[in-house]
């Protein structure tokens, strides 16, 4: 590891040009003539028979891509206690040889990146793109833990006087529960478990139960990259397992990215200090977000647009990133609202294997009726500037994907759901506001706090924003999503987060406890 | 008349005294082999006596005005922190709502830069001074935008850019029209566009139609070259370019392209399809290509491409260009723009962010040789495209003239073509020398502009710039050096 390159971010796929795209396609082929995919429970490196559930491609709901386990809360104490067990063999290793693990699984990710790529297309609806993008964020986050466990493996620097002696160093907590979302179905895992791991943790995996075959193939890696199986356990199924795991008395730490609702209920009760318990749980996690960008007067347009469009639309809105509201100076409000409407109009719905998509399918049913109530919503309230169409339905296909409509909405009423609540869909609301200042107060009015855009050609506007946002990331005159590893580090301040902060210098301290030796050096007067 | 009878009417290049070329008489026709492909020593032998006739041709600067800008343009372009501020503010100039917005963003803007040389730090602390100064500062900033911006725009409409383009015409210099916009992010905005170019062909078609003939533009040995010209950018004939995805945008903007070459056929005008960024290249590509070949359009009009030399793949590219104008027969061949490029910081930047190989050749004299190369390529390939030599760079120029030269290849069988604003002198040179010269003409207002100009500027301005080295006086005979 010593002798290891800098960190440089995973190459994306250069698919402006035509062989990236055919080698994808032919990715595609094969692995469609493999589907169904097996997602078993695996605990101890022992995998489960029963395979009652399964994940279906959300372009085209019929198809089964994975047949998965359904893990009880027995299979979440037996995968905590085998975690337990492995943990004084794996924390007691060199952090250099638990980071060689993290290289080689990013080696194993990458010889398969295309296969990985159109997994996640088929199991989530992600868009080329998107996806590809997906499996290099995985692999960035193998390769920057790797370095970032390295160097803090290394003791930290104190105040030293004589005739003693100070070391500080930073340890394993125990076995960590990782409770994960569908929508990065690698990436977010492949972060949350290589940040608990490479610090000297054991991981039980609870992946989300839209993405099994995703957290399956991210095993698959870390297995062949030489971990051992007792290090990571993997539990797919629904709501019992995870509930189960939070509650768990052996459990020491929580790692979730998920809703705002379900990440307070883990705090609540990963607060509960339960029979042979002796430690406190840490949770650390990722919620959601109602992301806000602010367009100034002297925005171009040119940029707002297509940057607007890709924030919010692209991956249908589903990205805890996304933009949900748009306040635009009222100077240049009927201006950006009219090109904003005619650009939205143009998107493109449709399966998410078609090159160049603008608006993949939502990744289920409940999201289209979710999606579907707020539209309703957005017409009885206000006024909608602009809805993409859906695709013309294929008579061959007796399912139609989960498509809900790219919508634009304005002139809301300031309390209106839609304004507030985490929609998790293709929907945007544009509003005018008379200042800059006015804007902020909207942000800082906010419980939300994960991600704001802001479009201004005036640095003293910049800064004055940047110094006034609570956001954990402030993205200025660009899209608001797509944040790289080591780059924009990413986490929600507020309702949206406990503040870590992804795929930066500082994420592995939420995972390790610190721990102090001071030594008396002094024996009979001397030092020795 | 047929294309043999014109290349027998058609006028020799004249080269320097005592320096002809023994291919220079020997007419080719229909059934000749091309010209053979003359030693490079015969075509680097011919290039200090161009280039030194085309440098004093050019002249110095008489304007006073542009003596002054040439100097503060140095001045700037020695400064990173200061170009920057300054392109900014040229970036944010349209935007801003009056002549205090100018200031304060001015003002900010020159926050930025350490020690602002004058005029720029007397504008900083004036701008900072109250309202009436700040009227002043944002006064004189938006003269001074407009004003560069005026030596690149031609006008506003295609009615008021006639006098200027008439001007070029009277002094021997064609002209291409390019229409200068907004992004287009939606259908009506396409529409828009394209009925815009329409328009314009027309307003053209009638406000030229009564200007003197000048055979030396308007044929060549392929036969007829259109007098109205007029360059399109695909990403303004549809809201759906997306780089992964170029039938889409090729599909989206078939149609109005086809409208457009309708109108052009019917005018006998020429329609010349920009090239950007590589992100869209293989849609314009595949859209141009395509719907050139399609039946309607086999008797016309004219019609062209770009080809970037600065993209390290340009060999493989033109193969492509090449082999389809040999593949398609038209009534009019494919004519090929050959250009550096315009989009290179853009390039190295979307690769360097994306981890990808950068595209564009990043060495200034590796990418001098690609456009010598490919001009090689084009002169040898003149029977099947007409070869458009568009480059402001002395010696590449004056490379392209030794090698028409030298391939006995007629006068009229290469256009070389200048930038407004950038490469008047160099135009003005070239057409003296008894060459088909077209100014790239802009128009449009100064918000839609502005794009433009920042490209323009940063071309001017960029430490390998030609013409930034030719003003600032560095030898001539250095400039000259085969790359």
Request: one cysteine or more.
């Amino acid at each position: 590891m010593t002798d290891t390159a800098p960190f440089r971010n995973e190459p994306l796929l250069e698919l402006r040009r035509p062989q990236p795209r055919a080698d994808l396609v032919a990715a595609l082929a094969a692995l469609d003539a493999r589907l169904p995919l097996r997602a078993p429970v695996v605990i101890d490196g022992r995998a489960g028979t029963e395979l009652p559930l399964r994940s279906v491609d959300p372009s085209r709901p019929d198809r089964v891509v994975a047949l998965s386990g359904d893990a009880s809360v027995d299979d979440a104490d037996a995968a905590v206690a085998a975690a337990r067990r492995a943990f004084a063999d794996w924390s007691s290793r060199d952090a250099e040889d638990r980071a060689a693990v993290l290289i080689r699984a990013a080696d194993q990710l990458r010889a398969r990146r295309h296969e990985l790529t159109a997994l996640l297309l088929r199991e989530t609806a992600k868009p080329w793109p998107e996806a590809d993008a997906d499996v290099c964020e995985a692999i960035d986050f193998l390769e920057y833990y790797a370095r970032a466990a390295v160097a803090l493996a290394g003791p930290r620097e104190l105040v030293h006087v004589a005739g003693e002696r100070n070391v500080m160093t930073y340890a394993a907590r125990g076995v960590c529960a990782v409770i994960a979302p569908w929508n990065f179905a690698l990436a977010i895992p492949a972060g949350m478990i290589a940040a608990a791991l490479v610090t000297g943790n054991t991981v039980v995996l609870k992946p989300a139960d839209q993405a099994p075959a995703c957290a399956a193939a991210l095993y698959d890696a870390l297995q062949a990259a030489g971990l051992p199986a007792g290090a990571l356990h993997v539990l797919p199924g629904g709501d019992e397992p995870a509930k189960a795991l939070v509650a768990h008395p052996h459990v020491h730490t929580i790692a979730f990215t998920g809703s705002s609702a379900a990440g307070r209920d883990i705090l609540r009760r990963a607060a509960d200090v339960v029979p042979g318990q002796h430690h406190l749980k840490r949770v650390v996690c990722e919620m959601g977000g109602k992301n806000i960008v602010i367009v100034d007067s002297d925005a171009d347009i040119d940029d707002v647009v297509p940057a607007l469009l890709h924030s919010a639309f692209a991956f249908a809105g589903q990205k805890c990133s996304a933009a949900a509201r748009v306040l635009v100076h009222a100077d240049l409000y009927d201006e950006l609202a009219t090109r904003l409407a005619g650009a939205v109009a143009t998107l493109q719905v449709s399966g998410a294997e078609t090159f160049g998509v603008d608006v993949p399918p939502v990744i289920d049913a409940e999201s289209v009726a979710r999606v579907a109530r707020y539209a309703e919503m957005a017409r009885a309230d206000g006024t909608v500037l602009a809805e993409a169409t859906l695709p013309d339905g294929d008579d061959a296909v007796a399912t139609p994907g989960f498509f809900a409509p790219p919508l634009l909405v304005a002139d809301l009423p300031a309390d209106c759901p839609i304004l507030h609540e985490e929609i998790f869909g293709p929907l945007l609301s544009i509003e005018p506001v008379a200042s800059i200042d006015a804007a902020c107060d909207i942000v800082d009015a906010s419980p939300f706090a994960l991600t704001g855009g802001l479009f201004s050609r005036n640095p003293a506007v910049v800064a004055h924003v940047a110094a006034r946002t609570p956001v954990g990331s402030l993205y200025v005159n660009r899209e608001i999503t797509g944040a790289r590893v080591g780059r924009h580090p990413f986490g929600g301040n507020r309702l949206s987060g406990g503040g870590t902060k992804a795929g930066g210098p500082d994420y592995l301290l939420a995972f390790v406890e610190g721990r102090v030796v001071v030594e008396n050096t002094v024996r009979h007067g001397m030092v020795v | 008349m047929t294309s043999a009878a014109v290349r027998a009417t058609a006028r020799r290049l004249s080269g320097p005294p005592g320096a002809a070329a023994p291919g220079d008489t020997a007419a080719p026709s229909d059934s000749d082999p091309p010209a053979p492909r003359p030693a490079p020593a015969d075509v680097e032998a011919r290039v200090p006596a161009i280039g030194r006739r085309l440098a004093a041709g050019m002249g110095t600067h008489h304007d006073p005005r542009a003596a002054i800008e040439a100097r503060m343009m140095d001045r700037i372009a020695s400064r990173d922190d200061l170009r920057a501020a300054l392109f900014r503010l040229v970036d944010v100039r349209p935007a801003c709502h009056s002549y205090t917005d100018i200031a304060a963003h001015l003002a900010a803007l020159l926050d930025e830069v350490d020690t602002p040389a004058a005029p720029f730090g007397l504008a900083r602390s004036l701008a900072g001074r109250g309202a009436a100064w700040q009227t002043v500062v944002g006064v004189a900033s938006a003269a001074g935008v407009r004003a560069m911006a005026g030596r690149f725009i031609v006008g506003s409409g295609a009615a008021d850019a006639l006098p200027a383009v008439r001007r070029l015409w009277r002094d021997g210099v064609a002209t291409s029209v390019d229409l200068l916009g907004e992004a287009t992010v939606s259908e009506a905005e396409a529409d828009a566009y394209a009925e815009r170019c329409v328009e314009v062909l027309q307003t053209l078609s009638v406000g030229m139609a009564a200007w003197a003939p000048n055979a030396l533009l308007e044929q060549d040995p392929h036969g007829q070259v259109a007098r109205v010209n007029l360059s399109v950018k695909v990403s303004a004939l549809t809201p759906h370019l997306r780089a992964d995805a170029p039938q889409r945008g090729a599909a989206g903007a078939a149609p109005r392209l086809r409208a457009i070459l309708r109108t052009a056929r019917e005018l006998g005008a020429h329609v010349h399809v920009d090239m950007e960024s590589l992100d869209s290249r293989e849609a314009v590509r595949d859209l141009t290509l395509s719907v050139l070949a399609e039946d309607e359009f086999a008797a016309g009009p004219s019609a062209g491409i770009v080809h970037q030399a600065y993209l390290t793949d340009a060999g493989e590219e033109l193969d492509l260009l090449l082999d389809w104008a040999r593949r398609t027969p038209r009534a009019h061949p494919l004519a090929i723009r050959l250009v550096k490029g315009a989009y290179w910081d853009h390039e190295v930047v979307e690769a360097e962010q994306n981890g990808w190989t950068v595209p564009v050749h990043t060495d200034r004299r590796a990418c001098d040789r690609a456009f010598e190369a490919l001009t090689d390529r084009l002169l040898d390939h003149a029977d099947v495209v007409r070869p458009l030599i568009a480059s402001h760079n002395l010696r590449s120029v004056a490379h392209a003239i030794a090698g028409q030269q030298a391939r006995g290849l007629p006068v009229d069988a290469v256009e070389y073509q200048v930038l407004r604003g950038l490469g008047d002198p160099l135009g003005h040179a070239l057409a003296r020398e008894g060459l088909r010269v077209r100014t790239y003409c802009p128009i449009g207002d100064l918000v839609a502009g502005m794009a433009y100009l920042v490209r323009r500027l940063l071309e001017n301005t960029a430490n390998d710039s030609f013409l930034r080295a030719h003003a600032s006086g560095t030898d001539l005979d250095r400039l000259l050096e085969a790359p």
